[in-house]
Every structure is written in structure tokens, then in C-alpha cells.
């Protein structure tokens, strides 16, 4: 079973802050998901985050990543966990 954590969107994507634009989605997001997968890999799970770049990967792209380990892995292999 191979588990994807998709942490969303990238450090720069505009509107995705606080009003003031202090605080980023994504810094949270992406801290989280880094600890969300160690905790699995901890647990012997097969897990890995699905855009590990710090860029904002289009949802086109995120679709073809995950798509490409259920071909591989078939889909019901697959576990795709969100943050957003």
C-alpha cells in the first residue's frame, strides 16, 4: 500500500496567506505533511509526499503524479491523504 500526501499548494501561491500576509499556507501545510510522513515511515508504512518541491505544482500535475503510481501500483494501492 503505498500512502501520498499531497501538502498542497506552493510557498509563493498568491491568496493563500492570512489577510495581513503574514502567515502561508503552505509553511504549515508542508511542515505538517513532512511530519505526517515520517510518522508513517516510522510505522513501517510505505508513504512518500507527493510534491516534494517548494513551487506551486499545478493540480493537472499532482493528478499525473498520483495517477502514474496507480498504474503502477494499481489504484487500489493507492492512498492519497490532502492538505489544504
Same mark, same amino acid.
Given at each position: 500500500?503505498?500512502?501520498?500526501?499531497?501538502?498542497?499548494?506552493? $510557498?509563493?501561491?498568491?491568496?493563500?496567506?492570512?489577510? &495581513?500576509?503574514?502567515?502561508?499556507? !503552505?509553511?504549515?501545510? #508542508?511542515? %505538517?505533511?513532512?511530519?505526517?510522513?515520517?510518522?508513517?515511515?516510522?510505522?513501517? $508504512?510505505?508513504?512518500?509526499?507527493?510534491?516534494?518541491? &517548494?513551487?506551486?505544482?499545478?493540480? !493537472?500535475?499532482?493528478? #499525473?503524479? %498520483?495517477?502514474?503510481?496507480?498504474?503502477?501500483?494499481?489504484?487500489?494501492?493507492?492512498?492519497?491523504?490532502?492538505?489544504?
Amino acid at each position: 500500500m503505498k500512502i501520498l500526501v499531497d501538502n498542497g499548494h506552493g $510557498l509563493m501561491t498568491a491568496g493563500k496567506r492570512s489577510p &495581513d500576509g503574514l502567515f502561508r499556507e !503552505a509553511f504549515y501545510n #508542508r511542515e %505538517i505533511a513532512r511530519k505526517v510522513v515520517a510518522d508513517l515511515l516510522d510505522r513501517n $508504512l510505505d508513504a512518500e509526499l507527493l510534491v516534494p518541491e &517548494d513551487d506551486d505544482i499545478p493540480l !493537472a500535475e499532482r493528478v #499525473r503524479r %498520483i495517477n502514474a503510481h496507480c498504474l503502477a501500483l494499481d489504484k487500489k494501492n493507492v492512498i492519497v491523504s490532502v492538505f489544504m
